[in-house]
């Protein structure tokens, strides 16, 4: 990377630019190839795209990158400008795909901080090689193009030549521009541009500065010469050289009227046609049409380019910690122990005003963080189209819901399994053209991708009309590979889809290039749970696969009843209660093996006693001294035998350090949260302890 | 102070040009990400000198340039251009523009043309 732009901030913004830009670019692509075709409107945009990145990424010095945008631009240049008509759309679209990947990897990998090593010299012969091929097979329009260049004038002189020996002196400069400026031949011509003001006769030397862009090399080397006469002295005239940018040395000389004569007429009898410049049409545009555009587009875009700003997503989490704390210190204060049993009207009226506007900012702090789904869903379009070209079945993804919003740090989280659980729909799911057409389905499959808002949780659904799930080989190969213990007549269906979720599952004896890949469905629900989420599996043999996801809205606060334990308390969250009694002991029934169970209202359930699961001491161990609380989690319920309820509370969720995590791997808990008075209370995870 | 207005498309292009001034103490009082909003914000804000990108989406540098010039003939617009856009810096120097700076550029290019440009 370049010396120059190593600072963060530049890199973070090329890196956020350019990913944007290029999941748009993906977008057109696969939107043009549904169209069967690309339109001007596309190649404006994909034009438009490639030259931004190729401008960033060479400021950035990241050559690779910008070489092959550059390879695309011209491409897309050549479309726009020639409007060819034969173009093989679909080579092209994998062509530009395939550069898209090439940028996308090069910018996981600068974002890593890897070495951005991967050599693109095969895929820009490709791609110059595309747009070889694409000009010569369009040879009548091109080559029409190409002549006009020649019809333009190579030499400019002055309409006015009498006037010529009217002037008082004769000057020769050569003008030497800075190394590196770049594009001498143009700022050749400002000068001859500017320079009309002063003289109306000139000659200048390399003479086709504006259509050959080999000029550049000429004027670097030998500089650019400017015969010309005028009234104006050497003073005035070495000012006006000297105000030229990029000026890196000026040679200015009066010649003698000979001399000067002697190279107007060598320099004529060179060119063999002369134009006059200013008999050149100038483009004047039209006043009225464009004023009008000016007005009734600036409206729309003046809104939507100034109501929205973007902001670093550590700066949010900082955000969202800083709430996290206000609504700890809230409590600390409202329920200091030192206000108890006093009477304090009015400190209760403004601590509640407190409590209504710290409920306020978080949910507006929660809502800033949340962000559409659309965006990962559709990625899903690219997954689609590889996929059922690899595989040649014809495949249509439909979206619905996208607009459903998640917290920032959920979505990461979720796109690797979505994108897994969509290549499996494809993979296992839909049948191939033939099988379908037995099944007098129809020939077209379809993934359905579905997000909604369901209380505090959001569902995201991967729906196919494919083969379905076959109950009894999913349990006859997890019995095999030891699986399961309970007979097939003893499970419920739900219970035999979700063998499919457990490591060491796969019923796949062959395993295709995109799915199962070792990473099964095991890492999906991992990857969801470590969200706090589930997975649901859902099926009908022949019909087709629902695959559900079950996300939080948000990991950061919760609504959390807090238990107490001996001298510990406990946070359950408040979502998976179903109820808390106090239980009749003729309820309570154990079970040989000494596993205690409760009957309420004819259904039976299982009891944790909390105390002895975390080895705490505690004087209420008669089932009748305590209470219970009914959770539930995947239709499953257990009964949580606690000393005693302490209250409801908004809490802060704080992941576990990776002490408790990782080395003492201590089961069912979640995280842990400060409550009012300081004390750390440890959030139970309900789905694990049903589990147990 | 000198007071400018920067347009360019990419964020990424208005962030490096920004810095750049910012560090030699030039005022950048406004960005533009397209035409339109770049005519809007000149008209608006009246700015020193503005630097103009070419490719850009609504309304291309040319033309915005042209309507800037309209409003006020006298603007110092100074085009940001790329290897290959030849044609369209002639356009742009033959319809008004003060000068040109070519993508990649370094800081010092940028500060070099700004002054020269605001001096004219």
Redesign the interface.
Known sequence: MSG??S?E??LD??I???SQLIEQLEQIILASEKETGFNSHAINDI??IM??I???S??M?FNDISTVSHAIEDIF?FLREENPENIDCSKLSDLVLEAVDYIKDEVDKIKAGEDTSNNPSELIETLKEFLANLKSENKSISLEIKEQPKEKPQYYISPDKTASNNYKHTYKAVIYFDE????E??RA??II?NIKDITSDYHFFPMDI?DN?ESCEVIRKEGFQIYFKTDKSYEEMHEFFM?T??LRDLELTELEDDEYKKIAETKETEVEEIKVLSSEP??V?K?DD??K??ID??RQ??IS?QSFI?VSVTKLDQLMDLVGEMVVAEAMVIQNPDLQGLELDNFQKAARQLNKITNEIQDVVMSIRMVALSATFLKMHRIVRDMSRKLNKEVELEIIGEDTEVDKNIIEHISDPLMHLVRNAIDHGIEPRKERLAKAKEAKGTVTLEAKNAGNDVLVMVKDDGRGLDKSKIYKKAKEKGLVFKNEDEMTDREIFNLILVPGFSTKANVSEFSGRGVGMDVVARNIESVGGSIIVDSQLDKGTIITMKIPLTLAIIDGMIIKVGKSSYTIPTISIKESFRPKQEDIITDPDGREMIMVRGQCYPILRLHNFYKIHTDVTSFTDGIFIMVEEDEKSLCIFVDELLGQQQVVVKALPNYIQKYRKIKGLAGCTLLGDGSISLILDVGELIKL | MKRILIVDDAAFMRLAIRKALEKNNFEVVGEAANGLEAVKKYIELKPDAVTLDITMEEMTGIDALRVILRSDPNAKVIMISAMGQEAMVREALINGAKSFIVKPFKDEQVIKVLNQVLEM
């Open positions: 120059t732009y600072n901030p530049m913004m090329f956020f630019e350019t034009f438009r030259h931004t190729k401008g960033s060479a400021m010095m240049y590196g400026c770049e594009m031949n143009i011509y400002t541009h504006i862009d105000q940018i990029f100038i483009k545009p006043l464009e004023e555009i000016v587009k600036s875009t003046a380019s973007s």
